[in-house]
T-cell receptor, first 112, second 108 residues
C-alpha cells in the first residue's frame, strides 16, 4: 500500500492564481481531511469528508474548495491564491472506527 | 482556536532520560490522540486513549488522561536521538483539533 500520497511536493504561485492540490489514499478509508500547518504551529482543519459525495468545512475553509467524487481522491482547490495561504498542506485519511489518521508527506506552498 | 495546548513548548534532554509533555484541552472529548512529526514530514500516529481510559502504554510510550482536569500527558522513557521531533495532542475522533506541539530535542 502506498498509503496517502500528495502532489505536488512543492509549489510556488503568484497572487490570484488558482491550483489544485492532489490527495489520494489506497486504504479504502471513508474519512479524509485537509489541514494546513503554519511555521511553529499545529495543524488547522480546512475541509473534511466523511465519504464520497459528502464534504464539510473545518476551522479555516475560506479560500479553499473540495470535492469527493471517489473514496480514493480528495483534491483541494485554491480559488485565488493569497500570500496568507503560504503554508504546508497535509492530507489525511482514517476509518471511522479506528480514528487513527494517516498523513501524507505534505505540499509546501508559497504564494508571492 | 486550538482545543489542545501542549506544555512545554520545547524540551531538551540527554539520550536515556525520560521526556514528559502535557496537553490540556477545553471541552469534553471522546478520545485523545498523540502524534509525532519529524522535521518537514507528515504526522505519525503514536497512541489513542479513550475518555473512559486513564492510562495506556505502547512500547516506551505511556499516556495518561485525566478528564476531570481536561489534561493528558505523554511520557517517553529512555529517550533516543531518533525521538527528536515535535509531538502533538489532538482531539477528537476523525475531525481532529491539534495543539501547537512540544518540540523535543534528544541530545546524544
Amino acid at each position: 500500500n502506498a498509503g496517502v500520497t500528495q502532489t505536488p511536493k512543492f509549489q510556488v504561485l503568484k497572487t490570484g492564481q488558482s491550483m489544485t492540490l492532489q490527495c489520494a489514499q489506497d486504504m479504502n478509508h471513508e474519512y479524509m481531511s485537509w489541514y494546513r500547518q503554519d511555521p511553529g504551529m499545529g495543524l488547522r482543519l480546512i475541509h473534511y469528508s466523511v465519504g464520497a459525495g459528502i464534504t464539510d468545512q473545518g476551522e479555516v475553509p475560506n479560500g479553499y474548495n473540495v470535492s469527493r467524487s471517489t473514496t480514493e481522491d480528495f483534491p483541494l482547490r485554491l480559488l485565488s491564491a493569497a500570500p496568507s495561504q503560504t503554508s504546508v498542506y497535509f492530507c489525511a485519511s482514517s476509518s471511522p472506527i479506528l480514528y487513527e489518521q494517516y498523513f501524507g508527506p505534505g505540499t509546501r506552498l508559497t504564494v508571492t | 482556536s486550538q482545543q489542545g495546548e501542549e506544555d512545554p513548548q520545547a524540551l531538551s534532554i540527554q539520550e536515556g532520560e525520560n521526556a514528559t509533555m502535557n496537553c490540556s484541552y477545553k471541552t469534553s472529548i471522546n478520545n485523545l490522540q498523540w502524534y509525532r512529526q519529524n522535521s518537514g514530514r507528515g504526522l505519525v500516529h503514536l497512541i489513542l486513549i479513550r475518555s473512559n481510559e486513564r492510562e495506556k502504554h505502547s512500547g516506551r510510550l505511556r499516556v495518561t488522561l485525566d478528564t476531570s482536569k481536561k489534561s493528558s500527558s505523554l511520557l517517553i522513557t529512555a529517550s533516543r536521538a531518533a525521538d527528536t521531533a515535535s509531538y502533538f495532542c489532538a482531539t477528537d475522533g476523525n475531525k481532529l483539533t491539534f495543539g501547537g506541539g512540544t518540540r523535543v530535542l534528544v541530545k546524544p
